[in-house]
């Protein structure tokens, strides 16, 4: 059986959050209920990738019962100590203010290479996008360029790289030839040229960028609407932090108008606003971090905003029920939009 089905039993979960969560909570005297539901639930013979949900239920002595949520990001192939980790160093170093909320982690489990964090509760940015709720994305979307802006001025001389496969557009996992690999197999090498072209000129840009001391800051590395949570009156969360690392800035900021630009003009046809809302972004997380947009600091913009839509043209080119014509549209735009 594999193991991490043992993480779906209620009884075995709570003998677990008893030994490992309990301690973190004095006020309450043991764990009465799991309530168990996976958010990727990906399960093979010996192999998984899952994060899972546990609305857990703690008792007071009076026998009142609180709910609080706990989440589980576990995968057999890649440890997810790096998360436990990172989230450790954003607590020490303050991240967390009083509009900015993060995960508590809990504990890791070398035995599932998982890490186990008290969870946030808030609907996402995307949410917002798909209801057209547009006060609530102009009033979201600030905050989120403010805390993009105090996350990439954290000292990194304390700081590992939490996962330094991420740092660099070559590396990034499954990585440049993998893709190429598994494109070439499933369209016999009608993508190639274009794919190694778009590959060859980011990475290039990128090492440049490095090479001539550009400065690395800790970011998020997967910067997107689904990460940005609404916990409260003028407050946002922030989660998912497997992609965590040491990189370029640019790269959250030019991602995060990307996935804006995509997310609003597929879900709500409304141009207009996604070009109203990518520019509230952007001039806020200049202002919050005191940074000039030179010419310079746009083309780094513009590198990884395209870099992160060839991404999303290849995952619709891999995904189990692909779709070439959204793909070929996204492809078309990158060849727009770079000076080639």
Not at 145 to 173: D, Q
Request: with cysteine; aromatic share 14%.
């Amino acid at each position: 059986m594999n193991k991490i089905l043992s993480l779906f039993d209620e009884s075995f979960v709570i003998d677990l959050f008893t030994k490992e969560v309990l301690p973190h909570y004095p006020a309450f005297k043991s764990v009465s209920r799991v309530k168990i539901k996976a958010h990727k639930n990906l399960i093979w013979e010996t192999t998984y990738h899952v994060v899972i949900g546990f609305s857990t239920y703690f008792l007071k002595a009076n026998g009142e019962e609180v709910k609080i949520p706990i989440f589980c990001s576990a995968h057999s192939e890649e440890t997810r100590d790096n998360v436990y980790q990172a989230l450790k160093y954003l607590w020490r170093a303050h991240l967390p203010t009083k509009f900015i909320d993060i995960p508590d982690p809990l504990f890791y489990s070398e035995y599932f290479q998982g890490t186990f964090y008290r969870g946030l509760r808030g609907h996402n940015l995307l949410h917002y996008i798909k209801q057209q709720d547009f006060r609530a994305v102009k009033q979201l979307v600030p905050l989120a360029a403010k805390l993009f802006a105090r996350l990439h001025r954290l000292p990194t001389a304390e700081a590992v790289n939490f996962n330094p496969l991420n740092s660099r557009i070559a590396t990034v996992v499954p990585g440049v030839n993998r893709i190429q690999e598994e494109v070439l197999a499933r369209y016999h090498g009608k993508y190639q040229p274009v794919l190694r072209q778009f590959y060859d000129y980011f990475i290039a840009r990128e090492e440049k960028y490095f090479v001539d001391g550009g400065a690395s800051a800790l970011i998020h590395g997967d910067a997107h609407p689904e990460n940005i949570l609404a916990t409260g009156i003028k407050r946002l969360g922030l989660i998912d932090f497997t992609d965590m690392c040491l990189g370029d800035p640019a790269r959250d900021v030019g991602s995060f108008l990307q996935q804006l630009d995509y997310k609003i003009i597929g879900k709500t046809g409304e141009a207009g606003q996604a070009k109203a809302v990518k520019k509230l972004f952007l001039d806020t997380y200049l202002s919050a971090a005191k940074q000039e947009l030179t010419p310079e600091f746009q083309a780094r913009i513009d590198l990884y905003y395209n870099w992160t839509t060839l991404r999303t043209a290849i995952f619709w080119l891999l995904k189990f029920e692909h779709d070439e014509a959204r793909a070929n549209v996204l492809l078309e735009q990158i060849k727009n939009n770079l000076p080639m």
